[in-house]
T-cell receptor, first 112, second 110 residues
């Protein structure tokens, strides 16, 4: 069966520090991968999606970036965090367009 | 802009009652529709999906889709306190991207 793992689960980072969140999917090949952010009490905002290795599409311009160095690995990064980057970050995958999206456990980021 | 709208709630129902959660969407080309449940502090988990007009039942949950009215709903029968959560509607639009509504917070009171 397919599983998705995301880490770290929680982190507190100072403003201006770098960020790296990692996500891996097991049990499937060539998944579509997604990074979402959910601010406190808000809906899900799509940040990036990827349909293959090295293929990244950005939905929202900001100081975040994403990379997909391997088929089942998706990384969210920032060189310098802002206070507004605080939130709940969710990695997700689906086997193809139109199919169900499944979420990882999420990462709580607090920028102080 | 392709939008998915939900009443943010909270929707409060007594234990054992039917909870009705509603969602409207703007993209007429949308093909598939999903309901997720999200407990506080946790990631969303899929409850069910629906592709065709009409009703789809899974245990205590029934999804209803009306493409002409651009309306999808989720009914929860015999609501339990453990059903208290935020319910997210998601729509796969004609561009094959999944758009989420803001969610409806459901509170089931014992």
């Amino acid at each position: 069966s397919q599983t998705i793992h995301q880490w770290p689960a929680t982190l507190v980072q100072p403003v201006g520090s770098p960020l790296s969140l990692e996500c891996t999917v097991e049990g499937t090949s060539n998944p579509n991968l997604y990074w979402y952010r959910q601010a406190a009490g808000r809906g899900l905002q799509l940040l990036f999606y990827s349909v293959g290795i090295g293929q990244i599409s950005s939905e929202v311009p900001q100081n975040l970036s994403a990379s997909r160095p391997q088929d089942r690995q998706f990384i969210l990064s920032s060189k310098k965090l802002l206070l507004s980057d605080s939130g709940f970050y969710l990695c997700a995958w689906r086997t193809g367009m139109g199919n169900t999206i499944y979420f990882g456990e999420g990462s709580w980021l607090t920028v102080v | 802009q392709k939008e998915v709208e939900q009443n943010s709630g909270p929707l409060s129902v007594p234990e054992g009652a039917i909870a009705s959660l509603n969602c409207t969407y703007s993209d007429r080309g949308s093909q598939s529709f999903f309901w997720y449940r999200q407990y506080s502090g946790k990631s969303p988990e899929l409850i069910m999906f629906i592709y065709s007009n009409g009703d789809k039942e899974d245990g205590r949950f029934t999804a209803q889709l009306n493409k002409a009215s651009q309306y999808v709903s989720l009914l929860i029968r015999d609501s339990q306190p453990s059903d208290s959560a935020t319910y997210l509607c998601a729509v796969n639009n004609a561009g094959n991207m999944l758009t989420f509504g803001g969610g409806t917070r459901l509170m089931v009171k014992p």
